[in-house]
């Protein structure tokens, strides 16, 4: 270093009072203390709450929310940690339940009946020239409607019953005597209740065109028809559709006598539910109904449906939802009912068959749901109450009345 540059260097040193630098410490101190609190609670409480769970052999079914927060200037930090756990309650009788189902007879009309819905799916409808719409009928029609409010609908070649019982009276009054090439217009209006949502409580103005018409022909009930369906004869056929409705009736009543078993556990125990899971449940039901709307081509909002109250009507029906499944866990638990991976694999392998996915790719995506967990209780559960089936003495309604 020269001489030049050493003469232009200068060192002091100095201090600051300390009752300024306490007076500033505690400015800083005031202007950052929400921060450091935040940052202390969010660093200790997590670690305290899970330490204070694992003392007390606490398993939460919601995330703990902390209130109640006491940050002294110095002491120890108070707070409160709200949450749900599972209920403790004894499991009692589940062995041996009994429960009525309904009788159902399988006759020969009901075998009748099923021949003749065949036949009317195998129909042909054949042009009728010269003569007017008379009941019975089916008229081809251009159709345009228009609603008060909403979505006008238009359609072409729809076949109309004329003095059908499921046909609106308002086409049945204005079609009947109507020649092909004839334009009618009227108003419908269709019941609050009506089997289409995007029409029940509405009134369309129609205009309508008719196209023709044409008679509804049957095929004869013969051993052809029988070989044209997949069956030998007409007997066998019989036969067959006999079979079929014995195995849907034996389907019904195996569902219905679940449903009671279930019923009558629950009305066996008495314990508290946790609230968070009721309300999953009136989600989970409440979105059963928006998802069969929209399977049906309704948009769930333009329905006219009060959705909260819609969904605290399924309260009742969702506790009783949560009170099953712990019912079920608690019993699979007694009796060492559980799922192998064996089993699981076999599930996965026929959900994935549904579903047109291979089973690596139906397992992969249930995995970035997160949903197989619950997949494999699912397939517990169910488990259960086949064991439950098995276990319980089931009667039909005409057999207990036949016993009094």
């Known amino acids: 270093m020269t001489e030049a ?15 300024d630098v306490d007076r500033t ?37 919601t995330r703990p929310q902390v209130d109640h927060v006491d940050f002294p200037e110095a002491g120890p930090v108070k707070f409160r940690a709200v949450f749900e756990v599972f209920p403790e309650f004894a499991l009692g009788e589940y062995k041996g339940l009994e429960v009525t189902v309904d009788a159902i007879e399988v006759t020969d009309d009901d075998v009748a009946k099923t021949l003749e819905e065949m036949r009317n799916r195998a129909a042909t409808f054949v042009p009728v020239e010269g003569r007017a719409l008379a009941d019975g009928d089916f008229a081809v029609l251009k159709i345009i409607g228009v609603p008060a409010s909403g979505v ?32 009618k217009t009227f108003e419908a209006t269709y019941p609050q209740d009506y089997p289409d949502p995007k029409l029940g409580g509405k009134t369309f103005h ?17 051993d052809e028809f029988a070989k044209d369906v997949d069956a030998a004869s007409l007997e066998d056929l019989r036969t067959k559709i006999r079979e079929n409705l014995v195995a849907a009736r034996d389907q019904r009543q195996r569902e219905q006598a679940e449903q009671k078993l279930i019923e009558a556990l629950i009305a066996k125990h008495d314990f508290p539910v946790p609230e968070a899971l009721v309300e999953h449940q009136q989600d989970a039901r409440l979105e059963r109904v928006v998802r069969s709307l929209a399977g049906q081509g ?107």
């Not at 729809?158 to 004839?182: K, S, W, Y």
């Not at 790719?361 to 494999?376: C, E, H, N, P, V």
């Open 25 to 61: 410490s505690v400015v800083i101190r005031r202007r950052f203390a929400d921060d450091i609190k935040s940052e202390v609670l969010q660093s200790l409480i997590p670690e305290r709450i899970e330490k204070a769970l694992e003392e007390q052999k606490l398993v939460p079914v």
């Open 152 to 183: 006008p609908i238009q359609a072409e070649n729809v076949l109309c019953h004329i003095g059908a019982e499921e046909t609106m009276e308002a086409f049945n009054t204005n079609l009947r005597g109507a020649q092909p090439g004839d334009k």
């Open 298 to 404: 309704v948009d769930p909002r333009a329905v006219n449906v009060d959705w909260v109250s819609l969904r605290q009507r399924q309260r009742e029906r969702a506790v009783d939802d949560v009170k099953a499944e712990m019912l079920l866990d608690k019993v699979a638990t007694a009796e060492s009912i559980d799922v192998s991976e064996e089993e699981f694999e076999q599930q996965i392998a026929h959900l994935a068959g549904h579903s047109g996915e291979s089973a690596q790719a139906f397992r992969a995506r249930l995995t970035k749901q997160g949903s197989l967990d619950r997949m494999k209780s699912k397939l517990r559960s169910d488990k259960t109450l086949e064991w439950l089936y098995r276990n319980a003495r089931i009667q039909t309604a005409a057999a207990k009345e036949s016993k009094s």
């Open 206 to 222: 129609y205009t309508v065109d008719v196209l023709g018409v044409k008679e509804k022909k049957l095929p004869e009930l013969n």
């Open 5 to 19: 540059t050493a003469s232009c260097r200068r060192e002091i040193e100095l201090e600051i009072p300390a009752e």
